[in-house]
């Protein structure tokens, strides 16, 4: 009996342990990306990827010089999107797209955290909760 307590007791010790050094492991938004100012894009839709732990757009942008870029767009998870009225089929690659949200740390990166979704051919939009912060 005390074996089999020992056991338990220590399994428990050792999922509690695992438990908290992977909450701790998730990282922070504001480490990767610049809290309090809003970047926003226009260009078209290259790929929708619907994974967890976080869904990504990436979208093709000309700028100011004519040259083309790819832009990151990091999103919630799915069940957080879903939640919020997106699913996988609302964007489409070719859609023409304006979002919005805090740029990457790193300007040559060209990345950008969700907070504002549009889609002018038919008025969709849409706002992640993060959009009230900005």
């Known amino acids: 009996m005390k074996y089999r307590l020992l056991v338990v007791a220590s399994s428990a010790c050792t999922l509690l342990t695992l438990g908290a050094g992977l909450a701790l492991a998730h990282h922070s ?8 100012k809003s970047v926003r894009i226009e260009g078209t839709l290259k790929e929708f990827i619907w994974r967890n732990p976080h869904s990504f757009i990436r979208v093709e942008v000309t700028d100011e010089k004519g040259a083309k870029q790819i832009w990151v767009i990091e999103g919630a998870a799915p069940q957080q999107l879903t939640e ?13 797209v304006v979002v919005t949200g805090p740029p990457g740390r790193i300007a040559e990166d060209h990345r950008l955290l969700l907070h504002t979704l549009e ?15 900005q």
């Open 119 to 133: 889609r002018p051919s038919d008025g969709f939009k849409w706002m992640g909760p993060g959009a009230a912060l």
């Open 84 to 96: 919020a009225g997106l699913t996988v089929n609302t964007l489409k690659p070719g859609d023409r």
């Open 29 to 36: 938004a504001s480490a990767t990306y610049i809290q309090g």
